[in-house]
C-alpha cells in the first residue's frame, strides 16, 4: 500500500490548510485511516482518525480546530485544519490501516509550518 500526502506548506498563525493523502496499491479493504504529526523534539502523536464506519477520534488539542474526512471510494483521507497555532508545526503522517493483512502503513510526510 502507498500513501501519498499532500497539502503542506507555510502558513501564519490563524490561517488554514489542507491536507491529502491518497492510497494505491491495497488488494484488501482499508479501515481505518488517519493523521499523526511529529514536531521537533517531540514523539510521533496521534492528531485524528477515521474510520471506514466514519467514526472519528481526535487529539484534544485540535478538536474543534481540525476536521478529518474520507473519500472511501477513492482511498483518499483529508485533514481540514483552521485556525492553525504555532504548536501545530509538525510533519504530519497519514497511516491506514488494513485488518486483513494486520499491518499499518504510513506515507513519508508532509511538512506543516505556521508562523507567528
Known amino acids: 500500500v502507498q500513501l501519498v500526502e499532500s497539502g503542506g506548506g507555510l502558513v501564519l498563525a490563524g490561517g488554514s490548510l489542507r491536507l491529502s493523502c491518497a492510497a494505491s496499491?491495497?488488494?484488501?479493504?482499508?479501515?481505518?485511516m488517519g493523521w499523526y504529526r511529529r514536531a521537533p523534539g517531540n514523539e510521533r502523536e496521534l492528531v485524528a482518525t477515521?474510520?471506514?464506519?466514519?467514526?472519528?477520534n481526535y487529539a484534544d488539542s485540535v478538536k474543534g480546530r481540525f476536521t478529518i474526512s474520507r473519500d472511501n471510494a477513492k482511498n483518499t483521507v483529508y485533514l481540514q485544519m483552521n485556525s492553525l497555532k504555532p504548536e501545530d508545526t509538525a510533519v504530519y503522517y497519514c497511516?491506514?490501516?488494513?485488518?486483513?493483512?494486520?499491518?499499518?502503513?504510513w506515507g513519508q510526510g508532509t511538512q506543516v509550518a505556521v508562523s507567528s
Open positions: 477515521l474510520t471506514s464506519a466514519g467514526t472519528t
Open positions: 497511516n491506514a490501516w488494513v485488518p486483513v493483512l494486520a499491518q499499518t502503513y
Open positions: 496499491g491495497s488488494r484488501f479493504s482499508i479501515d481505518s
